[in-house]
């Protein structure tokens, strides 16, 4: 008979174990096994970064502002980042069957990311969104590492969780630093930004797979080992066969970019240099563009140079300084007077220099200014070579044909800092001419560098290349404005002078001109007048204003 009055005792059920306190069955000692796992950190730590770095670069070269594409990616990756590592939590019970697939995931997205952002840029016209895109999708990757590790490393021998996490964090920086300094140094230019991607990838996909499948394989189920090979098999066909078609992506990208007749395409240590044009024909047909943006136009570029250039000729000119220019169409214009002694050259970049040396077509445009003795180049960054030249030589004339401002790495060219070392290179009566942008569509930028040349110590006098200029008849070798299809562009020029304002003509030494005369002149000074944004403060290192 049983006694019903005594309550039955019921034993609570068993609660779930956590992974981590599961000791792993590993086919090498525990000490191997967790070198193993720290090495993996290590080389996925090195491909992250460069990814970061992958998107980083090539958002700035294809959207440009440096600045703002560094912030951008920078943000949305750590945001994503922290939330990958919530997200994580639900992949503790199989940590290392999740660690495989995010490997392999991040491997594929990593690897693809920039060929995905080049292909948007050139067939869209838009790639700020695939930027974001891709740094939070390779953020929320790459913060589910780490918690996963933790799991991982822990169930190979138990320590406490600060000195866990101390090695972690200790490879995971190391590796940090490796990519970091083989992404510029061997990756970009010895694989170019979009295979170095892909070699990337195949890196991350190797190391998580066979970290998994080889030393975690006795964790995993049939079902989950298989999904992981078909896994990462696949993620390598992709990132091999993206490999071998790369060369052949890149040509119709670049006519879809740039046009169907891309006659060079080159990538410097500096940018990437692109002419398009037919082989033979009018050297007028031409256009040159660095990173992306169109630089000289063939077509019309006479205007920009002549208007650039003369006027600052009006006076002493025996000594000529040009910054930038390497594409040798300023240094054309100054070597049209017989009296110029000597002109100096400063350009970043040799092969700008090189390509206007060698190239048929283009050195026809710049009427072999590089085979004229009175002209020598010096490959240098203009501000530090300035730096030194300020202390020593000083010219009639300073020509600044550099990008334009509002691009970050040209900011500190058009710096107050960079103007007052040109002010100090100039002779008595010297004058400097400045391209300072698009007068039309980006006043403020225009007028800045007006009010930095002034707070620099320089009186100036703004004026344009385009409008008014354009509508002056052209010489027998000139192309005349309005005959090619191209639209008309716009440029804001400003010249200036320490000892008085500089009057904007040209005399009658000034060659014969083909768009060009004092009236002009003066009509480009009275409307470039009526857009004056008075009260800017000027641009200055610590505290540069284009954007």
Same mark, same amino acid.
């Given at each position: ?192 930004q979009l295979t170095g991607a892909m070699f990337t990838g195949t890196v991350n996909a190797v190391a998580g797979a066979g970290l998994v499948l080889w030393l975690f394989r006795r964790d995993l189920s049939r079902r989950c080992r298989w999904t992981l090979i078909a896994a990462n098999v696949t993620v390598l066909a992709v990132l091999a066969s993206a490999t071998v078609l790369a060369d052949d992506f890149e040509r ?132 530090? %070579?300035?730096?030194?030249? /300020? &202390? #020593? $030589? ?6 600044? =044909?550099?990008?334009? @401002? ?84 716009? %440029?804001?020029?400003?010249? /200036? &002078? #320490? $000892? ?6 040209? =005399?009658?030494?000034? @060659? ?36």
């Open positions: 008979m049983i006694d019903r009055s005594v309550p039955r005792r019921v034993l609570p059920a068993p609660e779930p174990r956590d992974a981590a306190a599961v000791p792993a069955a590993l086919p090498v000692r525990p000490r191997t096994g967790r070198l193993l796992v720290l090495a993996t950190v290590f080389v996925c730590a090195a491909c992250g970064l460069v990814y970061e770095l992958e998107l980083l670069a090539l958002g700035s070269y294809l959207i440009g502002d440096s600045v703002t594409q560094a912030s951008v990616v920078l943000s949305v990756m750590v945001f994503a980042m922290g939330v990958g590592s919530l997200l994580a939590k639900r992949l503790r019970k199989r940590p290392a069957f999740g660690f495989g697939m995010i490997e392999a995931g991040l491997a594929l997205l990593g690897g693809l990311s920039a060929t995905a952002l080049y292909a948007s840029f050139a067939w869209l016209g838009e790639s700020r969104p695939a930027l974001v895109a891709f740094s939070f999708a390779i953020g929320v990757l790459i913060g589910a590492e780490i918690p996963l590790l933790m799991v991982l490393i822990q169930r190979i021998r138990r320590q406490d969780a600060g000195g866990a996490v101390a090695d972690l964090f200790a490879a995971d920086y190391v590796g940090a630093l490796v990519g970091g300094l083989a992404f510029p140094f061997l990756l970009l230019p010895l694989l170019g119709l990208a670049r006519r879809a970019v740039y046009g169907g007749e891309v006659r060079v395409a080159v990538r410097t240590g500096v940018q990437e240099l692109v002419l398009t044009g037919p082989r033979t024909g009018s050297p007028r047909s031409l256009d040159l563009y660095l990173d992306g943006r169109l630089r000289v136009s063939g077509y019309d570029e006479y205007r920009y140079h002549e208007a650039l250039v003369h006027p600052a000729m009006t006076g002493p000119h025996r000594r000529v300084l040009v910054l930038g220019g390497g594409d040798g169409l300023a240094a054309r214009e100054v070597l049209r007077y017989r009296d110029v002694a000597s002109v100096t050259v400063v350009e970043l970049d040799p092969g700008v220099v090189r390509l206007a040396r060698t190239d048929p077509m283009l050195s026809v445009l710049n009427a072999g200014a590089y085979e004229d003795p009175r002209l020598e180049v010096v490959t240098q960054d203009a501000f530090g %070579w300035l730096r030194g030249a /300020a &202390a #020593r $030589d000083r010219f009639d004339v300073i020509v600044s =044909d550099l990008p334009d @401002p509002g691009i970050t790495s040209s900011t500190k060219l058009y710096s107050q800092e960079f103007y007052g070392l040109a002010a100090r290179a100039l002779s008595l009566g010297g004058r400097i001419a400045v391209h300072a942008g698009p007068l039309a569509t980006r006043l403020r930028t225009y007028w800045t560098v007006d009010s930095t040349l002034r707070a620099a110590g320089l009186l100036t006098a703004p004026y344009s290349a385009g409008g008014r200029l354009s509508g002056f008849a052209a010489g027998p070798d000139r192309t005349p404005f309005g005959m090619a299809s191209a639209p008309p562009q716009d %440029w804001g020029l400003v010249l /200036a &002078a #320490r $000892d008085q304002v500089p009057q904007l003509r040209v =005399d009658g030494d000034t @060659p014969p001109l083909s768009c060009l005369s004092t009236r002009s002149l003066e009509d480009a000074a009275r409307d470039a007048e009526r857009t004056r944004m008075p009260g800017l403060p000027p641009s200055t290192l610590p505290h540069p204003r284009y954007s």
